[in-house]
Nanobody, 121 residues
Framework: VQLQASGGGLVQSGGSLRLSCVAS????????IAWFREAPGKKREGVSC????????YYADSVKDRFTISRDNTKNTVHLQMSNLKPEDTAVYYC???????????????WGKGTLVTVSS
């Protein structure tokens, strides 16, 4: 599967963005899909994930109640709706897919190129 992330940009603190991860070459339903981010000088960290079977979701504590992950099966896409953005959310955001059971960074089998989100104060 190939993944393409988009939707990043520059937004003011408190604003919103919606990231999209479009899958090609396979059906997104075959995978658990995750979003990671990498801020300047920091390690890549998990942000959110959605399972392929149950729809179970995971959110990092830093984004709970602000970010929402969702699937659009008709468009083979997973979205990350980000609200009430903060300067500390500034990072390159990556979507990734796993056919396994681990949602860790090492557990991902496929990665898309990142999309930059910049939140100004």
């Amino acid at each position: 599967v190939q993944l393409q992330a988009s939707g990043g940009g520059l937004v003011q603190s408190g604003g919103s963005l919606r990231l999209s991860c479009v899958a090609s070459g396979s059906t997104v339903n075959n995978y658990d899909i995750a979003w990671f981010r990498e801020a300047p000088g920091k390690k890549r960290e998990g942000v959110s994930c959605v399972s392929r079977r149950s729809g179970r979701t995971y959110y990092a504590d830093s984004v709970k109640d602000r970010f929402t992950i969702s699937r659009d099966n008709t468009k083979n896409t997973v979205h990350l709706q980000m609200s009430n953005l903060k300067p500390e959310d500034t990072a390159v955001y990556y979507c990734a897919a796993t056919y396994g059971s681990s949602w860790s960074l090492d557990g991902m089998n496929y990665w898309g190129k990142g999309t930059l989100v910049t939140v100004s104060s």
